[in-house]
Antibody
Framework: EVQLVQSGAEVKKPGESLTISCKGS????????IGWVRQMPGKGLEWMGI????????RYSPSFQGQVTFSVDKSISTAYLQWSSLKASDTAMYYC????????????WGQGTLVTVSS | EIVLTQSPGTLSLSPGARATLSCRAS???????LAWYQQKPGQAPRLLIY???RRATGIPDRFSGSGSGTDFTLTISRVEPEDFAVYYC?????????FGQGTRLEIK
C-alpha cells in the first residue's frame, strides 16, 4: 500500500527556519516525483512544485521560487520542504503528494503538516 | 501560467439532484491533462477524475468528467450525502500545474 506520512504540526516565529518531511512507503520512492501543495487557512489549493527523488530534478512554481527549497534523501525515502526565514504569511497546511506519472495528477497524498508562524 | 476559473463558487443542491461544476482555462490545456479533486473538511484532497474524463481507482460511476481545450465539466449524476465537499480542478499539462479556486457543494 502506497503511503506518504508527513511530519507533525509546527509552531514557529517569524524569521525562523523550518524543514518539514514526507516519508514514502509501499513503492519505489526513487521512481516517482513528489509534489508539494499549500493550502492557506480557509483557502484553496496551490501547486508549489515537484521534485524527482532519483536525480533531484526540481520544478518550482514561479510563486514559490526562491521562497522555499525542496530536497530528498532517497536512502530513507523522504522528501523535505524547507524555509530559511519564515513569514506570518507562510501559515498554512502543506501537503506532499505523488502523481502516478509525470506529468500527472496527484493520486496519493500525505495527511498534511500544519505550519503556524506567529510572534 | 494557466489560470483556471471554476463556477459556480457555491452550489446548493438536495441529495439526489444532478450537480454540474465548470472549470474554464485561460488557455488550452495540453492533451486535456485536467483533473478533478474532492476535499472534505480536515482531509487531504482525493483524486476523482484525470485526463478530463477518466475516473480514478475506486471512484463511483456517478462522477463523470467531460470537456476539452479550455472548457471542462465535472458531473455528479445523483448527489449522495457524502458528496457535499469542495471540488477543485487542476491542469497538469503546463508547469506550473495550477488549481482552480474551488466549488463548494453544499446541502440545500
Amino acid at each position: 500500500e502506497v503511503q506518504l506520512v508527513q511530519s507533525g504540526a509546527e509552531v514557529k516565529k517569524p524569521g525562523e527556519s523550518l524543514t518539514i518531511s514526507c516519508k514514502g512507503s509501499g513503492y519505489n520512492f526513487a521512481t516517482y516525483w513528489i509534489g508539494w501543495v499549500r493550502q492557506m487557512p480557509g483557502k484553496g489549493l496551490e501547486w508549489m512544485g515537484i521534485i524527482h527523488p532519483g536525480d533531484s530534478d526540481t520544478r518550482y512554481s514561479p510563486s514559490f521560487q526562491g521562497q522555499v527549497t525542496f530536497s530528498v534523501d532517497k536512502s530513507i525515502s523522504t522528501a523535505y520542504l524547507q524555509w530559511s526565514s519564515l513569514k506570518a504569511s507562510d501559515t498554512a497546511m502543506y501537503y506532499c503528494a505523488r502523481p502516478f506519472g509525470f506529468p500527472g495528477p496527484f493520486n496519493y497524498w500525505g495527511q498534511g503538516t500544519l505550519v503556524t508562524v506567529s510572534s | 501560467e494557466i489560470v483556471l476559473t471554476q463556477s459556480p463558487g457555491t452550489l446548493s443542491l438536495s441529495p439526489g439532484a444532478r450537480a454540474t461544476l465548470s472549470c474554464r482555462a485561460s488557455q488550452s490545456v495540453t492533451s486535456n491533462y485536467l483533473a478533478w479533486y474532492q476535499q472534505k473538511p480536515g482531509q487531504a484532497p482525493r483524486l476523482l477524475i484525470y485526463g478530463a474524463s477518466r475516473r480514478a481507482t475506486g471512484i463511483p460511476d456517478r462522477f463523470s468528467g467531460s470537456g476539452s481545450g479550455t472548457d471542462f465539466t465535472l458531473t455528479i449524476s445523483r448527489v449522495e450525502p457524502e458528496d457535499f465537499a469542495v471540488y477543485y480542478c487542476q491542469q497538469y499539462g503546463s508547469s506550473p500545474y495550477t488549481f482552480g479556486q474551488g466549488t463548494r457543494l453544499e446541502i440545500k
